[in-house]
C-alpha cells in the first residue's frame, strides 16, 4: 500500500491535509516535524508533505528541516510554512512580507506544471502568511504567483520538490482538490489502493498481532466511537473482548438501557454493566468550572473502570475508541498545535492497572469511523449516530450538575432529538442538543409569573467536527421544539438558539 508521510508544523489545517489525501484513496499519516529519520525510512513513505504553521522560519526556535529527508528520493510538497523551510534551508532567501496576505487570494499558475495540470489559470486559493519567498533556491524555479506574492508556487521537477505558499487542502482554495491529485498521482505516481474495506482487514490483523491470546477490555459509552471499535475488536479476537459499560448518571434519557440491549442482543458482545451515578455526580457536587469537571468525570470513569477491570480475570487490554481529532484537541502529541480542551478518553489510564492501550481508531477521522461501521455491516441508527461528549450532560449543564439539572435536560433532550427526527433533520446536521443556563428569566404560564431556567438549543453542520456552522433550521420546526420543551419541561420557561460557528466558538459549551 502506498503511503504519504504529513509531518506536522502545528497547522490548524494539517489535519486537514490528512483528510484531502484519504478522500483520495491514499493512506496518509501524520507524525510531528521533527520525527526521526530512521522512524521515516521505516514508513517508507512515497511521498512527504510539510504542513504549514504558526512560526516564522526566520524565528530563533523555528521549526527546521531535516535535510536527509530529501536525500530519500521521494516527491516533497511543502505547504505555506513548508515552502519557505524548503526555500530557507536550500538556500534561497525569506524574508517578513511588506503585505502579510490572510484569506482569499488570486493565484495564476503556470499550466506547463504537472502540479497544475487541469487547473484553472487563475483561481481562489487561501493564504495565511506574514512571511514571503525573495528569492527561490538554486534549481527551483516559479510555476505560480499571487498579487502580492511573486513566488506563490515552486518546483524543481527534477527531484519532484515543489512548493505552495497556499493552503491547497482548505474548502476555499478552488483547485485544491486538483492540485493535490496532480501531486499524488501525477508527480509521485502513487495508487489509490487505501479505503475501509483495506482498513478493516488491516487493522484486525494488527489487533490479533498486538492481542494475541490475551483479554481485551473496552470501556463502552454507546456512541458511534467506541460501538465501533469494540465491533472492530470482536470481529478480530471474539470472545477475548469484555466490554463495560458505566453508567455516570450524565447520559441520555433512557440511553443505560438502550446501550445494554444493543451489545447483548444485538452485538451478542458480552457487556458488564454498573451503575456509578450517585458516584459521580457527588464527586461533581459543587463544581463549576467546565475543565474541573471533565477531569473529576474522566477521573472517576478511571477509578470505577479500574475496580471492574480487576473482576474480569486476566484481562490485559484496554480498548478505547479515541478518534485522531480527541488527540489534536487533547494534547499537541503530533506537532506544535495548541490545546483546546481536555478529552477524557486520551488522559491516560493508571500504570498501576497493567493494561496496555488498544486504539484502533486512533488515526481515523469521524466520517471515517462511521463508513467503517457501515463496513462491518452496523445498522444507519449506530453509524450516524451524532456525536455525544465523554462527559456526557455535564459540559451541557453549565453551572453546578445536580439531579434536577440532569432531570430539566434530559426531558429537554429528548423532545428536540424527536422533534429534530420527525422533520427529517437528524442525518442533514452533525449535531443536535440542548444546553442548560445557569441563568433565570422571568415568564408567564397561564396567569402566573414564572421565574424558571433558560434552554439553549445547538445545531451545526461539519465533517469531522473541526470546524462547524451553525445550521438554520426552519422556523416552525423551532417553534415546536420551543413549545414543547416549555409546556411539557417544568422548570424552563424560554428557549433560546445558538447561531455561532467553530471557530470562534466550540461545537459543546464548555
Known sequence: MDKVLILDYGSQYTQLIARRIREQNVYSEIQPFNYGIDKIRAFAPKAIVLSGGPASVLGKDAPGLDLKILELGVPILGICYGIQLLAHHLGGKVTPSNKREYGRATFEADAGSPLFRGVKAKSVVWMSHGDSLE????????IGESDNTPFCAIADPGKKIYGVQFHPEVVHTEEGVQILHNFLFHIAGLK????????????????????????????LSGGVDSTVAALLIHEAVGDQLECIFINNGLLRKDEAQKVQDTFREHFKIKLHYVDASERFLSRLKGVTDPEQKRKIIGNEFIYVFEEMAKQIQDAKFLAQGTLYPDVIESVSFKGPSATIKSHHNVGGLPERMGLALVEPLRELFKDEVRELGAQMGMPKALTH?????GPGLAIRILGEVTPEAIRLLQEADDILVSEIKFADWYYKVWQSFAVLLPIKTVGVMGDERTYENVLAVRCVSSVDGMTADWVPLPSDLLGR??????????????????ISSKPPATIEWE
Open 135 to 142: 528569492k527561490i533556491p538554486a534549481g527551483f524555479h516559479k
Open 481 to 498: 421544539i420551543s413549545n414543547r420543551i416549555i409546556n411539557e419541561v417544568r422548570g424552563i420557561n424560554r428557549v433560546v438558539y445558538d
Open 192 to 219: 489509490a489502493d487505501w479505503n475501509m474495506a483495506a482498513f478493516l482487514q488491516t487493522e484486525k490483523e494488527k489487533i490479533r498481532a498486538q492481542v494475541g491470546k490475551g483479554k481485551v477490555i473496552c470501556g
Open 385 to 389: 449516530r451524532q456525536p455525544f461528549p
